[in-house]
């Protein structure tokens, strides 16, 4: 849901900007989706009993690319489905041989300029998919874990110890010191001293760092420099730097270095060990429970290990500084600007980007290693070698001994260039110099750091200007009740299957009215059922007007101070004024619910319910005729290009029916074009405010005659008699001059107007605007038995309320019955209390009728 809403969104702009007149392009594509598309194969492959390594690496790739074939065709279907309007001769891959000819053109020119470097670091690795992460890919969640106290004796045999504590005790095999704040009371005297690690039987120091929190546990914290991040940093601020050994391995398993007992065993099996083994030797101080936060692999939620192993990282602050300030500067929007903070936050605090992956899918590193290291230069690089072509020999020592980096780049190293790469850079293309900078990114918030920041950074490197002007960050789509949709919740909407059931305009329409700013999406099936109604109702009223527009000839273009054009005419083109103007205000600012709203208003409400109506008045009249066809063409032909950037299929249907009849709805500008997609969108046109305000009179007029009937629940069929005081001459002669549409739309065959009219005995009262409206109900209805009627009526909801109420205010209901059925309950007295109001408004107003 959340990509066929932001694919919904990008094809409004696209579609509202080539119809006003851009050169548009919407470039269609994929990223190879690296440690995500390698999991679903190797899972496939696991079910046949085969693992990766048994296929070999060219095998196996070969395996993903006939995957992507197939999961690829799948998206672009989908994006179709959707009318989705790109430019598919252009559908781009990022392992395509022109972006991947970009990705090493980046990768050794950074490392050229020294930002790219290889170092051995403590790294986050996910012991399932057997890969490096960035930080970015681990998500931290809190689990209830337990806090270990355990004794370290100290070796002069004094029988003291330091206790510290740990949520992790199988680290402890890769123990190196004990830190204590050098600030800590409690432990002056003690830094300098040698403590016997237990089950290993090492010596390891007591050290000071005035990092350490003296808060936290015993305030005396055991040091693992190899599978700790912060334990990493005090043991390189020592001198000299304390020694790593790494325990853990990159299978998740204990190494040989964890020692005998322990070498093979799975991470958490060892934890029981060394746990039991401790407490057979009594140095288990205690053990409490404890939340804390764990990382986990953001692809296959495995809980991750800080490693120590060799890796590539890009060197990003300056470039992070060059992205800070395109967004500070606004030459980058981000809309809504809520996520400006969460932008500076984060790239402010930036760490340098690890960028290699131990997978197989992606692209692998343009990078070799010399195996002969014959001179000193390439002994100096370490045998390094970065090349944009794969090398023969050695360029620093001639050795022909020569094997490439096994690791692949993450996957957002190379979208980070699509801005560019797709556009056919290194080389200077006429695309690149037309289409870059782009104008807008559409994405989820929860790719602004994988890939927004990392485009910005990029594209600023390397093109010298911002890849985008605005970034328009769009909701998450949630379930009715706002949780998030899932598959272990069974909550997931198919999109095939709303546009199975409803059709693709009504879908697309309720995600663009959904779309409000800065709220998440509370995704309703209801709501997408209305807008089948709302194609229903435009589908009806175009029929109308076509059945009634046959052998007019005109082709002037919509002007609403023609002199022939009825006052409804007048204003009907005016209030599609105000709904041109509204839309063209909200689209650049992305309030794609406010424009879908003002198209769905207008439609249904002011043409179909009011206007239409009103031509069936003017048709056959001779004066008006002729133009009220025009204007019902035209005002119908506006419309449908207005509302196109959102229901493109229903309204290239009628348009092109419209556009074929002789007598051409279309204006000038149009008439020549195949499709409504390439036709002008329409700008603004003049308002006339006078009509605006004389056709407010009629309908308040004939709002007030039918709030009566409504209220007082009177036949449709039956004519009634009204009498209608104004006050002003002006509103006073617009209701005489229109009386015909009032009697009409109102059913009342006889109307009086007048600023000096008296309220008759027993007629019903409305207030209008600055109306009163009076109805006639003598020989309509007998009001004292309609009012005995109305009162038992109500005393039925009464009792019915009565019994609700028990309920709904029993404790012991709130808190037993299923929350369904109290949301019903709650639904049933809403509409009980509605159902009440209304009948009391009835009695009221009888009762007014009744008084002499
Ligand atoms: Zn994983
Ligand atoms: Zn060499």
Same mark, same amino acid.
């Given at each position: 849901?959340?990509?066929?809403?932001?694919?919904? =969104?990008?094809?409004?702009?696209?579609?509202?900007?080539?119809?006003?007149?851009?050169?548009?392009?919407?470039?269609?594509?994929?990223?190879?989706?690296?440690? $995500?598309?390698?999991?679903?194969?190797?899972?496939?492959?696991?079910?046949?009993?085969?693992?990766?390594?048994?296929?070999?690496?060219?095998?196996?790739?070969?395996?993903? !690319?006939?995957?992507?074939?197939?999961? &690829?065709?799948?998206?672009?279907?989908?994006?179709?489905?959707?009318?989705?309007? +790109?430019?598919?001769?252009?559908?781009?891959?990022?392992?395509?041989?022109?972006?991947?000819?970009?990705?090493?053109?980046?990768?050794?020119?950074?490392?050229?300029?020294?930002?790219?470097?290889?170092?051995?670091?403590?790294?986050?690795? +996910?012991?399932?998919?057997?890969?490096?992460?960035?930080?970015?890919?681990?998500?931290?969640?809190?689990?209830?874990?337990?806090?270990?106290?355990?004794?370290?004796?100290?070796?002069?045999?004094?029988?003291?110890?330091?206790?510290?504590?740990?949520?992790?005790?199988?680290?402890?095999?890769?123990?190196?010191?004990?830190?204590?704040?050098?600030?800590?009371?409690?432990?002056?005297?003690?830094?300098?001293?040698?403590?016997?690690?237990?089950?290993?039987?090492?010596?390891?120091?007591?050290?000071?760092?005035?990092?350490?929190?003296?808060?936290?546990?015993?305030?005396?914290?055991?040091?693992?420099?190899?599978?700790?991040?912060?334990?990493?940093?005090?043991?390189? /601020?020592?001198?000299?730097?304390?020694?790593?050994?790494?325990?853990?391995?990159?299978?998740?398993?204990?190494? *040989?270095?964890?020692?005998?007992?322990?070498?093979?065993?799975?991470?958490?099996?060892?934890?029981?060990?060394? $746990?039991?083994?401790? /407490?057979?030797?009594?140095?288990?101080?205690?053990?409490?429970?404890?939340?804390?936060?764990?990382?986990?692999?953001?692809?296959?939620?495995?809980?991750?290990?800080?490693?120590?192993?060799?890796?590539?990282?890009?060197?990003?602050?300056?470039?992070?500084?060059?992205?800070?300030?395109?967004?500070?500067?606004?030459?980058?929007?981000?809309?809504?600007?809520?996520?400006?903070?969460?932008?500076?936050?984060?790239?402010?605090?930036?760490?340098?980007?690890?960028?290699?992956?131990?997978?197989?899918?992606?692209?692998?590193?343009?990078?070799?290693? +010399? &195996?002969?290291?014959?001179?000193?230069?390439?002994?100096?690089?370490?045998?390094?070698?970065?090349?944009?072509?794969?090398?023969?020999?050695?360029?620093?020592?001639?050795?022909?001994?020569?094997?490439?980096?096994?690791?692949?780049?993450?996957?957002?190293?190379?979208?980070?260039?699509?801005?560019?790469?797709?556009? &056919?850079?290194?080389?200077?293309?006429?695309?690149?110099?037309?289409?870059?900078?782009?104008?807008?990114?559409?994405?989820?918030?929860?790719?602004?750091?994988?890939?927004?920041?990392?485009?910005?950074?990029?594209?600023?490197?390397?093109?010298?200007?911002?890849?985008?002007?605005?970034?328009?960050?769009?909701?998450?789509?949630?379930?009715?009740?706002?949780?998030?949709?899932?598959?272990?919740?069974?909550?997931?909407?198919?999109?095939?299957?709303?546009?199975?059931?409803?059709?693709?305009?009504?879908?697309?329409?309720?995600? *663009?009215?959904?779309?409000?700013?800065?709220?998440?999406?509370?995704?309703?099936?209801?709501?997408?059922?209305?807008?089948?109604?709302?194609?229903?109702?435009?589908?009806?009223?175009?029929?109308?007007?076509?059945?009634?527009?046959?052998?007019?000839?005109?082709?002037?273009?919509?002007?609403?101070?023609?002199?022939?054009?009825?006052?409804?005419?007048?204003?009907?083109?005016?209030?599609?004024?105000?709904?041109?103007?509204?839309?063209?205000?909200?689209?650049?600012?992305?309030?794609?619910?406010?424009?879908?709203?003002?198209?769905?208003?207008?439609? !249904?409400?002011?043409?179909?319910?009011?206007?239409?109506?009103?031509?069936?008045?003017?048709?056959?009249?001779?004066?008006?005729?002729?133009?009220?066809?025009?204007?019902?063409?035209?005002?119908?032909?506006?419309?449908?290009?207005?509302?196109?950037?959102?229901?493109?299929?229903?309204?290239? %249907?009628?348009?092109?029916?419209?556009?074929?009849?002789?007598?051409?709805?279309?204006?000038?500008?149009?008439?020549?074009?195949?499709?409504?997609?390439?036709?002008?969108?329409?700008?603004?046109?003049?308002?006339?405010?006078?009509?605006?305000?004389?056709?407010?009179?009629?309908?308040?007029?004939?709002? &007030?005659?039918?709030?009566?009937?409504? %209220?007082?629940?009177?036949?449709?069929?039956?004519?009634?008699?009204?009498?209608?005081?104004?006050?002003?001459?002006?509103? %006073?002669?617009?209701?005489?001059?229109?009386?015909?549409?009032?009697?009409? =739309?109102?059913?009342?065959?006889?109307?009086?107007?007048?600023?000096?009219? /008296?309220?008759?005995?027993?007629?019903?009262?409305?207030?209008?605007?600055?109306?009163?409206?009076?109805?006639?109900?003598?020989?309509?209805?007998?009001?004292?038995?309609?009012?005995?009627?109305?009162?038992?009526?109500?005393?039925?909801?009464?009792?019915?309320?009565?019994?609700?109420?028990?309920?709904?205010?029993?404790?012991?209901?709130?808190?037993?019955?299923?929350?369904?059925?109290?949301?019903?309950?709650?639904?049933?007295?809403?509409?009980?209390?509605?159902?009440?109001?209304?009948?009391?408004?009835?009695?009221?107003?009888?009762?007014?009728?009744?008084?002499?």
């Amino acid at each position: 849901m959340g990509h066929a809403l932001n694919s919904v =969104l990008q094809d409004i702009l696209s579609r509202w900007k080539r119809m006003s007149g851009y050169r548009v392009l919407w470039l269609p594509g994929m990223d190879h989706a690296g440690i $995500a598309t390698q999991n679903v194969v190797e899972k496939k492959l696991a079910a046949q009993g085969l693992d990766r390594h048994q296929l070999g690496r060219e095998a196996f790739i070969e395996q993903v !690319w006939k995957w992507k074939a197939e999961s &690829g065709g799948n998206i672009l279907h989908q994006l179709k489905r959707l009318g989705a309007s +790109c430019d598919w001769s252009r559908e781009r891959f990022t392992l395509d041989e022109g972006l991947s000819k970009a990705v090493k053109e980046v990768f050794v020119r950074l490392y050229e300029q020294g930002l790219i470097y290889r170092d051995k670091r403590l790294i986050n690795w +996910c012991p399932r998919c057997h890969t490096a992460l960035s930080d970015l890919e681990v998500e931290h969640e809190e689990l209830e874990g337990k806090l270990t106290y355990i004794q370290y004796p100290l070796s002069d045999e004094s029988g003291r110890h330091i206790t510290v504590a740990t949520t992790r005790p199988e680290t402890m095999l890769g123990d190196t010191a004990v830190a204590v704040n050098p600030s800590d009371d409690r432990y002056t005297g003690m830094i300098g001293k040698t403590l016997i690690l237990p089950l290993t039987n090492r010596r390891i120091p007591v050290i000071s760092d005035s990092a350490v929190d003296p808060a936290f546990g015993t305030g005396a914290v055991k040091v693992t420099p190899a599978h700790d991040f912060n334990d990493e940093a005090i043991a390189r /601020r020592q001198t000299p730097p304390l020694q790593f050994i790494s325990v853990i391995g990159d299978d998740g398993r204990m190494t *040989a270095d964890a020692g005998k007992r322990y070498a093979g065993v799975d991470r958490y099996e060892c934890r029981k060990l060394v $746990a039991n083994d401790l /407490r057979q030797l009594h140095l288990i101080e205690k053990e409490v429970s404890h939340r804390y936060a764990v990382g986990h692999c953001y692809r296959c939620k495995t809980i991750t290990e800080p490693l120590s192993t060799p890796q590539w990282y890009v060197n990003v602050q300056s470039m992070a500084q060059d992205a800070i300030k395109a967004v500070r500067g606004k030459r980058i929007r981000i809309i809504p600007d809520m996520w400006e903070n969460t932008y500076f936050a984060w790239m402010e605090d930036i760490k340098d980007w690890c960028i290699s992956r131990q997978i197989w899918w992606g692209h692998r590193m343009p990078v070799w290693y +010399c &195996g002969e290291k014959l001179n000193d230069r390439c002994k100096d690089l370490n045998g390094v070698i970065v090349s944009r072509v794969e090398p023969r020999t050695c360029p620093h020592c001639g050795s022909d001994a020569l094997t490439q980096d096994e690791d692949v780049l993450d996957t957002w190293f190379s979208s980070a260039l699509w801005p560019f790469s797709t556009f &056919g850079w290194p080389d200077q293309t006429d695309d690149l110099k037309t289409f870059y900078p782009t104008s807008v990114l559409v994405t989820a918030f929860d790719i602004i750091f994988f890939w927004v920041a990392r485009m910005i950074m990029m594209g600023i490197t390397f093109m010298h200007d911002v890849p985008f002007r605005d970034v328009y960050i769009h909701a998450i789509v949630r379930d009715i009740k706002g949780q998030k949709m899932s598959k272990s919740k069974g909550n997931v909407v198919d999109p095939l299957i709303m546009m199975d059931r409803y059709g693709t305009d009504a879908f697309r329409f309720s995600l *663009a009215a959904f779309a409000a700013q800065g709220r998440d999406i509370r995704f309703s099936e209801d709501r997408v059922e209305g807008y089948r109604h709302f194609v229903n109702k435009l589908w009806n009223a175009s029929r109308f007007i076509m059945m009634n527009t046959q052998q007019v000839k005109f082709s002037e273009t919509l002007r609403n101070d023609a002199p022939s054009l009825s006052l409804p005419g007048r204003w009907i083109v005016s209030r599609l004024a105000a709904t041109a103007e509204s839309m063209n205000a909200a689209l650049p600012e992305y309030r794609f619910n406010d424009a879908a709203s003002s198209i769905y208003q207008f439609i !249904w409400h002011e043409f179909c319910d009011w206007y239409i109506e009103m031509t069936k008045i003017e048709l056959p009249d001779e004066q008006f005729g002729q133009e009220t066809r025009r204007c019902l063409l035209k005002v119908l032909d506006t419309s449908l290009r207005l509302l196109h950037p959102f229901m493109p299929f229903v309204t290239e %249907e009628i348009w092109q029916k419209i556009k074929g009849c002789e007598f051409q709805a279309i204006p000038d500008d149009s008439e020549t074009q195949e499709s409504i997609m390439i036709s002008a969108y329409p700008k603004s046109l003049p308002r006339d405010h006078q009509a605006e305000e004389e056709m407010s009179y009629i309908i308040d007029a004939v709002m &007030g005659i039918r709030t009566i009937r409504g %209220e007082l629940n009177i036949s449709p069929s039956l004519n009634l008699s009204a009498l209608i005081k104004t006050s002003s001459r002006a509103a %006073e002669k617009v209701l005489r001059d229109n009386i015909h549409y009032i009697k009409t =739309l109102a059913k009342a065959d006889r109307i009086e107007v007048g600023a000096d009219i /008296r309220k008759p005995d027993g007629a019903a009262t409305a207030i209008k605007g600055s109306f009163e409206v009076y109805v006639n109900l003598q020989g309509v209805l007998n009001i004292a038995s309609e009012i005995d009627r109305l009162k038992r009526e109500k005393a039925k909801v009464d009792t019915t309320l009565v019994a609700l109420n028990r309920k709904l205010f029993n404790e012991d209901f709130l808190q037993k019955a299923p929350k369904d059925i109290i949301e019903k309950e709650k639904a049933k007295h809403e509409e009980l209390m509605k159902m009440r109001d209304k009948i009391t408004d009835s009695i009221k107003m009888l009762k007014e009728a009744e008084v002499k």
